[in-house]
């Protein structure tokens, strides 16, 4: 039977890319997003790929998924968190709530996600859970106050769950990608700069898809990614 | 007047030795605790420190205990924000819900705090904004899933308000205090330890007492401190 | 024509399975080492692999080494500085020496390499450059004072490199390895551990591979690798 | 008897700066400098301050003069290693011979220094040693090949020199200083800015002379300094 991978934040970009590359690499694929319509391009075009609505902020909604993705095809290989709540403007600007609704997709999903898999990862042999960030996850400049710190905090579970699980056999680990990614929206709002200057979401996919498959002898925690013309 | 500094998290360790060092510089001071009882001692022996029982969880709470504070003795020059919430054990063990929590006390409150003095602050030409924390927010040790990633979140929060206030002069900092502070409860625990194992409060009280008090042409964010006798 | 990797510090460990890992992959490979002795098993082995004596502390000698190699086989496409000087020993303890000694291989012979390779590859459109270290590169503990400070300044030199050379197209990058090396003289040492306590040279090289080979939409500068079962 | 302190690289900044605080503060100062004619001025205001030309980048000098302190002053209570070899250029545009002569000033004298002080300090039951830098102790910009390696690597020999003194009851720290210090020279080159976009060099002093008292149950390794203006 085929593996399966679960991935959330399905959205245009690095999520779909994401899908594409495990569905090549045989996978099936549970997609997460908060709407099925934007999945359904994916769904009609890959058959092993499915789509799973759900917010993964909603821990009742989320359980809910995994249970439906468990019935449907089994426990995880590999589970992506790239559902990410972002956020700009400095501390006095942003609403607090803002802060606490991302720290609930950043981190409390990721913890939910974390204690569902690595006992089925642990119990199979083994298993990948990886989470997609950036740089806030490590300095807090002052108009990411309310993400920053979500990220931040979403890097050390990680490090947490890494710590943990990694003598049990999964392998947890961040991937910091400190980049524009190259999507319709950031293509409009950089509209001046070339081609090279973003990041490929299928690069992006080809390094998760390498680092959830290293050899347990070398794994790596952090992966950095960069543009080579970006500027550090 | 007196300068006056807000303290949350007044326990009998850290908390007390700092509304006793800023006490003794001449200032006024509100503790802010969740029970008034444990302040009732430092109430009557100090004549300018006043309790201010409140749980800093609770965001109308904290709004109520603030204007409370500013209809007495007007803005604060300093702000320590003392109060943690922590918690032991891996990401399998604890209750998630220790986690939200924990992030509501270290991350959220301080932003509710930071929102309400930097204004204040910045109106009276300055002031200082520390938090004190531990290497937990720096590192995700397995047993700390519940605690190191609000503490780092904590941190880059801190960063997020210390570059944004900075050229508008408040200061803003982080204290992390890599060391077991010298207390009834961590006595007990490390009964077998000499004196000299322990951190003082009274020294972690001047060290606060240093930062908050430095001439801004030469202003710490991070400020470390170890016993000299700690391994790290 | 087969493009060209020059390695320095072939031994037995990571360096040859460098060695192997790049001939596989189709590449003529320049190995560098103070004896040619124990580059001849894999001289004779593997025929696009040739062996070039030298000391790479000594300014002159490497000197020499590329221009033979240049001779033989044109600019090279990748170059990966494996050659490192060790030491053990508190700062009391050492010879001055010795820091002196590990300064002049790891980051002054990485000096004079990059100096000579990263115009050849910005001529040729792109190359890739990498450095193999550990986590003294990131942490000076007290045993490793002979050592440490130079692989700081060796990942912080590969740093300026870096920055420098990727919008030149010319991709730096350092690989930290935390973890014990599989090899005859760690086994002896580490008797009692089991197969799984240790890195594999052939996992190692797997990941240089993947890392000199990454599209340059997305590159890594620092790679970390650890066994699962490492602690950190 | 008065206390003695050694600061080294005392110029018209920092060092001077050093030299008046620990003078004010009872400390009898030894003074090196390359040329004496730059301290003839401080040796004729400061009656306990007294000049050592040394160039630190000479072990035989540097041992000279320790030596001639310790016989007109006896072992040192505070050591300031102060001087610092800079550059300015990217990896290929320095001339090699640059970054190892900062190496030598900036690694290998401290070197030295610490063998030679440690085991007095800890005879004389405890004292401190600082070392001075800045942020290219922590990165490598591309326009700093010449030394940031060699602050990278001084920090990290700091690390390990205080993480084996401090439980021997010496304090060995890092003051990174990210500022633009007030000085002719650089009053000059930034003329445009206003007065509080420097640090003044009695406030790192005040911090330095801090930093160096402080009580050994909250010892700081690294203390960060900033104007307020300054963006991080």
Redesign the interface.
Known sequence: MSPLVIITGVGPGTGSALVRRFHDGGYQVAMLARTAERLSDLESELPNAFAVPCDVAD?AALANALETIEQRAGAPKVVIHNAVGGAFG???DIE?EV??QN?QIN??AL??L??WV??RMEAAGGGALLVTGNT?AY????A??GF?????????????????M??R?V?ASFMMID?VI?LPWTRARFADMPD?F???PS??A??VW?VTH???????????????????
């Open positions: 821990p400095n501390f006095l607090p802060l606490q720290f981190v409390m913890l939910q974390a204690r690595a006992p806030a300095r807090g400049k002052a990411f106050a920053a710190p979500s990220k931040a905090a979403q890097r050390v579970l990680t490090e947490c769950i890494a710590r943990e990694g003598p056999g392998h980049a190259d090279d973003f990041i490929q690069d992006i080809e390094e390498h290293q050899p347990r002898s070398a794994w790596s925690f952090l992966t950095e990614l960069r543009p080579f013309r970006e500027p550090w």
